[in-house]
């Protein structure tokens, strides 16, 4: 009943985009022409509405209905862009009219913004129908350890609930969980795997009618972007490489330099305000710089605000080398006697990260991305933390919303290397709204 809702739903999310649309482009031609609607506009209107949806069909709007609001607003102004274009062409070969181009840049714009808040408000409603009416789908997740607890969010997110068990079913206990107890599907997420158990506990899946999935177990040694392959009759499972080269790092770097010019520019008057603050507080410099191993290995002059008494380094050197001695790489003291009081306020809302906007520029950094490494730490890497070092360091980065200094280091590596292997310019922009409250709140800064 629940997977006929949703089917049900998809054709209303059909009719609001096309009722959306056909507003956005009455509204574009009012504030371009007014009142006057011209008739070749009728002619147009068709052709208009079926370019966006089917290229909203060909972004899957209505395969995936619950994304997070960004990835949302993103495959909106992808799927836009391109039907925009097309339309721009169209108009271009096929002239019974001189169609106003500024006119259709309007309904561009409109389309974004009303299709995004209908989407939203869809989805809102949707979640709460299926909350009130509807039981959530019972999901069996056999395994333990982090993939499982990444599975968790996703989960609650698409109004599932989960029996969390470490062994395999055997066929008597699947099927009461299955017959008796209504679980309508299972995820295998334990490592190593036990191929002969989960190709048996497939085969029972099939069987009794109910969804099987696996995760790979290459996911617990390698984060990446794993696609279906084939070679020669044989499904495999291919490792994308690196997305962020060629035309993607350049997008990235236009990026960094346009937002490092803006954000100068809006935050000169507090760079004025905290120095005299530093200086006021205690002697010494009001730029503190330390070396750091950014792309490729290349060591760089690192820059921040001054947030501890001058000469703080080498007070606490024995404890620094005796830490790294014993294995630990990460060296981060939630309780800092050398912190001056105005450091801990920049700190904990990570003003003191401000002159890291002249490392973007310079090129040694990126607005987003992996942690800035010490030399110290870099030096102690193995070959799966190294691939931090494939792309600039970052102002911000999943760590930073993810937990900042309350991360260990073994979570703070994998948060990195999933973003190196995953990188988008949609995820870049959802990390720079996530950094907006993780800063405000000041969690697991210090």
């Known amino acids: 009943m629940k997977k006929k809702f949703i089917v049900a739903f998809k054709f209303v999310y059909l009719f609001a985009d096309a009722s959306v649309l056909l507003l956005a482009f009455m509204l574009a031609n009012y504030i371009r022409h007014g009142l006057f609607f011209h008739p070749a506009y009728n002619r147009l ?51 019974p ?109 099939e069987n009794y009618g109910v969804d099987f999935q696996l995760v790979p177990d290459i996911l617990e040694l390698k984060l990446g972007d794993l696609v279906m392959d084939e070679f020669f009759g044989i499904p495999l499972l291919r490792l994308k490489l690196t997305p962020l080269t060629g035309t993607h790092l350049f997008m990235k770097n236009v990026f960094d330099v346009a937002f490092t010019i803006a954000g100068l520019a809006l935050f000169m008057p507090f760079f004025v305000i905290i120095a005299a603050l530093i200086k006021i507080d205690s002697p010494g410099k009001i730029i503190y710089n330390h070396t750091r191993r950014g792309r490729k290995g290349r060591d760089f002059k690192f820059f921040k605000f001054r947030t501890m008494v001058k000469n703080a ?65 870099a030096e102690g890497y193995d070959e799966s933390a190294l691939r931090r070092l494939r792309v600039k360091p970052g102002i911000t980065g999943l760590w930073q919303v993810s937990g900042r200094s309350d991360l260990t280091y073994e979570e703070m590596v994998r948060l990195d290397i999933f973003y190196v292997q995953n990188w988008s310019m949609e995820e870049d922009f959802r990390i720079l709204l996530r950094t907006v409250p993780a800063v405000f709140f000041g969690k697991g800064a210090y």
């Open 45 to 95: 209107l068709t052709p208009v509405l079926l370019v966006f949806i089917y290229f909203f069909y060909h972004h899957k709007f209505y395969n995936r209905l619950q994304l997070t609001y960004v990835y949302e607003l993103f495959r909106i102004i992808r799927a836009g862009t391109v039907a925009f274009g097309f339309i721009i062409v169209l108009t271009f070969f096929w002239r």
């Open 97 to 205: 009219f001189s169609y106003s181009r500024l006119m259709l840049t309007y309904f561009l714009l409109l389309t974004v913004i009303m299709v995004f808040a209908e989407r939203e408000l869809l989805k809102f409603l949707m979640v709460l129908c299926i909350k009130r009416f509807f039981q959530p789908d019972k999901i069996l997740v056999v395994g333990r350890g982090r993939i499982v607890r990444a599975l968790q969010r996703r989960i609650r997110l698409r109004h599932q609930a989960a029996l969390w068990i470490n062994h395999y079913p055997d066929a008597e206990e699947l099927r009461a969980y299955v017959r008796d107890r209504g679980f309508s599907g299972i995820v295998i997420a334990n490592f190593p795997l036990n191929h002969e158990k989960v190709v048996n506990i497939a085969n029972l899946c």
């Open 313 to 377: 380094d080498a007070i606490i050197l024995e404890e620094r080398r005796s830490h790294y001695k014993s294995g630990n790489l990460l060296f981060k003291k939630k309780s800092d006697s050398r912190v001056t009081r105005i450091g801990g306020f920049l700190r904990k809302f990570s003003l003191d990260e401000l002159p890291q906007l002249i490392n973007v520029l310079k090129g040694d950094m990126s607005v987003v991305g992996p942690r800035p490494q010490i030399i110290s730490e």
